[in-house]
């Protein structure tokens, strides 16, 4: 091939497996679901103080990502159809928060999932989420370890992104991303401050999901976030 629509060609690269399945699932996302997205911005102030005060009192490494797997996965049982699926006319909501990691590697982006996440402690979150991340990079995932999700986070604030609008990974009907926690100019009762803050963008189906339903689980992400140490309970 040397030429596409007349133009010269200077490279032609396949799309390999994991591209392949990407592409397949993010094309009938688009196509089957109703997307609608919200955005929030979070205050990460106090999640940051907590993550200073862990490391401080000898708790091994917890980063910020765990903490937000943690807050996600403990927030979606109060908000059910963040955790749930349209089949025909019916809503199918579901037992496990089996969370959705997408991790960049040199093969492409890889989803892993955490299973149980609700159900686990922050340092074995850490650990889980750390173990599953290092199988992606390495090319060592097996089946189990990418499916059976039931909603994703991606964070993509380490690459100094603020937001974006991102697709559900089909059958999951939402997604959140996360930008970069920068300090930001914020009203605090009454009183300008510097803050430790970030967007967060919900893409959902609207076909169940509306957008008081979005709004509140956003909400219940912020509270959570602003009394983190709810995550050692």
């Known amino acids: 091939m040397t030429e596409v629509r007349g133009l010269p060609v200077k490279q032609v690269v396949k799309l390999n497996r994991v591209q392949k399945a990407m592409a397949k699932g993010m094309k009938a ?108 990079r390495t090319g060592k995932v097996t089946l189990e370890d990418i499916e059976g999700g039931t909603f994703t986070i991606s964070n993509l604030g380490m690459l100094g992104v603020d937001t974006g609008i991102p697709i559900p990974r089909p059958p999951e009907s939402a997604i959140l991303l996360f930008g970069a926690v920068r300090p930001r100019p914020a009203v605090v009762n009454g009183e300008m401050l510097i803050r430790d803050t970030c967007w967060a963008t919900l893409s959902y189906d609207h076909r169940f999901i509306d957008g008081a339903l979005a709004a509140a689980f956003l909400r219940d992400i912020s509270e959570l976030l602003n009394s983190p140490q709810i995550l050692l309970e």
């Open 29 to 136: 996302s688009l196509n089957e679901l109703a997307l609608s997205q919200i955005s929030r911005e979070l205050d990460f102030t106090e999640l940051k103080s907590f993550r200073a005060d862990l490391s401080r009192e000898g708790t091994p490494k917890i980063s910020i990502n765990t903490l937000i797997l943690s807050a996600v996965a403990r927030v979606l049982p109060k908000n059910p159809y963040l955790n749930a699926q349209l089949v025909e006319n019916e809503i199918v909501v579901f037992e496990p928060v089996n969370l959705g990691m997408a991790v960049a590697t040199d093969f492409g982006l890889v989803v892993t999932v955490l299973r149980n996440a609700d159900k686990l402690p922050l340092t074995e979150v850490a650990e889980k989420a750390a173990e599953l991340a290092k199988r992606a």
